[in-house]
């Protein structure tokens, strides 16, 4: 199984070589797509090259799932948190998206340095660059940081086994356009539930195979601290009190159980993270699986094609020798005509 990356790795990309050559006046002007849900634009002028304009368009939420003011809840404060002063919101964000953010690429924090690596002595201007790079490799995160605000907020009042106040016990959270996923939140655990839908039944059939399967591989001895996770055909309880118009799913519905040692340090982050794009690793894995019987089929008939190719028809004809003479059965009827005759 291959786990997704957090951070865009044509925005970490893009990001890098702006920082690498500020002194250089270039226009930037990049539109891209990741995940089939998320669009960025980045955008520089050759007038200030040292600001950095990143927009992002999230999904359009279903009704069950609310956004204030264009984004998820707890996103304006979990960016703040993430960037510092290096990153400033834009309000209103760029025409046709709900965030756009204005980075100083100046203002990086070269100077900051933690003082647990000063007391390992690290080099100071390698202590730098880690800084710097780790830094981008945040911001190159930010769906992350956008679309998984709502989820930290309930896993970190789970470290601490509290529920979050003033939220309905059944939250629906958007994770694809028009299409949510559901946290059941209890002091002691989580359940996140998964309505999985997929519009071709080639995908619809490969995924039912692969999380039943994936069902089946957390049973492992070597599983035994991972999150316990079901598959079923139908709703579970939990969502009795979810709209019944979210509740349609043509894979089934994936659990997963989420308890306080699943967050606790930085587990959290890479919780938030694996549970944000269940849905892009599932259909990733789907799209592979088919890819590979692809081949395989394609294979297949190629070598049916050379076997039919050294095939013949029938025995080649035997050369004849001058002495060699050959008989032929005649039926009753030309036996007696040549008796006659």
């Known amino acids: 199984m291959i786990l997704l990356q957090s951070q865009s790795r044509f925005l970490l990309q893009t990001l890098l070589n702006r920082v690498q050559n500020l002194e250089k006046a270039v226009e930037l002007d990049y539109h891209w797509v990741e995940f089939n849900d998320v669009r960025y634009h980045i955008l520089v002028s050759t007038k200030n090259p040292n600001v950095l304009l990143l927009s992002v368009s999230l999904p359009t939420p279903p009704p069950e799932a609310v956004f204030m003011g264009g984004l998820p809840g707890g996103a304006i404060e979990a960016i703040k948190a993430a ?60 769906r992350e940081v956008v679309l998984g605000a709502p989820l930290r907020v309930v896993l970190k009042h789970l470290a601490s086994r509290t529920v979050v106040p003033d939220v309905d016990r059944v939250l629906a959270l958007v994770h694809r356009p028009k299409e949510s996923f559901f946290l059941v939140s209890q002091p002691d655990k989580v359940t996140v539930v998964f309505p999985m839908r997929f519009k071709d039944s080639i995908d619809t059939a490969f995924a039912t195979s692969f999380l039943q399967e994936f069902v089946e591989a957390r049973r492992a001895a070597g599983l035994n601290n991972a999150p316990p996770c079901l598959w079923s055909p139908t709703p579970p309880l939990e969502l009795n009190e979810a709209p019944a118009e979210a509740l349609s799913a043509n894979a089934g519905f994936v659990s997963f159980v989420i308890f306080p040692r699943h967050v606790e340090g930085k587990k959290l982050d890479r919780t938030v993270w694996n549970l944000s794009t269940f849905h892009a690793y599932v259909s990733y894995h789907v799209k592979c699986s088919e890819g590979f019987m692809h081949t395989r089929m394609r294979r297949r008939v190629e070598s049916l094609i050379q076997a039919l190719d050294r095939a013949k028809p029938g025995g080649e004809d035997k050369k004849k020798s001058p002495n060699s003479r050959s008989f032929k059965r005649l039926s009753l009827s030309d036996a007696r005509a040549n008796s006659i005759s």
């Open 83 to 142: 960037y510092g002063v290096v990153v400033h919101i834009l309000d209103p964000p760029r025409d046709g998206f709900n965030l756009t953010l204005k980075l100083n690429l100046a203002k990086l924090p070269p100077d900051e340095v933690s003082s647990m690596l000063r007391r390992i002595h690290f080099p100071t201007l390698l202590i730098h660059v880690w800084i710097r790079y780790a830094l981008l490799v945040k911001i190159a995160s930010v």
